[in-house]
């Protein structure tokens, strides 16, 4: 059973469809510190798509008009997902803070683990230099 993720954050998001004509959709949209989940119709009963913060690269092109602020999620395999959200929502804002916050968390612990490593050869190496 999946433990439920601590949310930063919840709201309505439109993310532009895929479809030929492109129409905007509204979403129910579920940040946590891991990932940002998208409900489609508003509704958490049906299944939603997550984006892993794992597979996100980054928060780019935004763009603010009067109504909207238009940005697009570029996830690692180049695809890129266009949302927009009202000019005041700043939810472009609060999704590139979590994600900053996971890939600086990363960071840390590919850095320690990298240096545990160096420690343990470094300590392999010394007693090996010392067997007779």
């Not at 008009?65 to 695809?79: A, Q």
């Not at 939810?91 to 994600?99: F, G, K, V």
């Amino acid at each position: 059973m999946k433990m439920q993720a601590e949310v930063i954050r919840e709201g309505e998001l439109e993310k532009r469809s895929d479809s030929l004509f492109q129409l905007w959709k509204k979403k129910l949209v579920v940040l946590t510190k891991d990932s940002l989940s998208l409900f489609p119709d508003g509704h958490k009963r049906a299944k939603g798509k997550e984006l892993g913060f794992g597979s996100i690269l980054k928060v780019d092109c935004v763009e603010r008009t009067g109504k909207y602020i238009y940005f697009t999620i570029v996830t690692k395999d180049r695809k890129e997902i266009d949302f927009r959200c009202p000019d005041q929502s700043c939810w472009n804002a609060s999704i590139t803070m979590a994600l900053i916050d996971f890939q600086n968390k990363r960071a840390i612990q590919d850095f320690k683990s990298r240096q545990e490593m160096e420690q343990e050869a470094g300590a392999q190496e010394r007693r090996l230099a010392r067997a007779p």
